[in-house]
C-alpha cells in the first residue's frame, strides 16, 4: 500500500505548502522512524485511528473523534504553522491503483 501525503495552504487557492511525499505505507509503519514526516503526519491521527498494525489491512482505516485541541496543539507548538487556511490531501494505492482520495481541510487561528 503506498499513499502520497501533501499539505496546501490557501493562498489565493491552495498552493503547496512544505510537503508532498510518497512512502510505502505498509514499511512506514514497521518502521516508522524511516520518515519524519510521515511519523510527524501519522502521530496526529494515530491516538484516533485504527491504523496501529502492519499490513495487511483488509478491513476500512478509520479516524474517530480527533479532538480539534489535539490537533492545534501539535501543528502550534510541537511544530509551529503560521495561522490560515490548509488543506491536507492524500491518495491511498493498492497495488498500484488509486483507491482513495481524502481531504481534510482546517483553519489555524
Known amino acids: 500500500m503506498q499513499l502520497n501525503l501533501a499539505l496546501y495552504k490557501r493562498l ?3 498552493k503547496p505548502f512544505l510537503y508532498n511525499i510518497t512512502i510505502d505505507a505498509c514499511k512506514f509503519i514497521v518502521n516508522r522512524n524511516s520518515s519524519p514526516v510521515a511519523a510527524f503526519i501519522y ?3 494515530s491516538p ?3 491504523m496501529n ?3 495487511p489491512y483488509n478491513h476500512d482505516v478509520m479516524v474517530d473523534k480527533a479532538p480539534t485541541s489535539h490537533l492545534n ?3 502550534t507548538n ?3 504553522f503560521p495561522k490560515g487556511d490548509y ?3 492524500s491518495i491511498w494505492y493498492a497495488r498500484g491503483i488509486k483507491r482513495a482520495y481524502v481531504n481534510v481541510y482546517g483553519t489555524l487561528s
Open 43 to 45: 502521530n496526529l491521527f
Open 48 to 50: 484516533y485511528s485504527n
Open 78 to 80: 510541537v511544530l509551529p
Open 53 to 55: 498494525h502492519p499490513c
Open 12 to 14: 489565493n487557492g491552495y
Open 73 to 75: 496543539q501539535q501543528l
Open 87 to 89: 488543506g491536507f490531501f
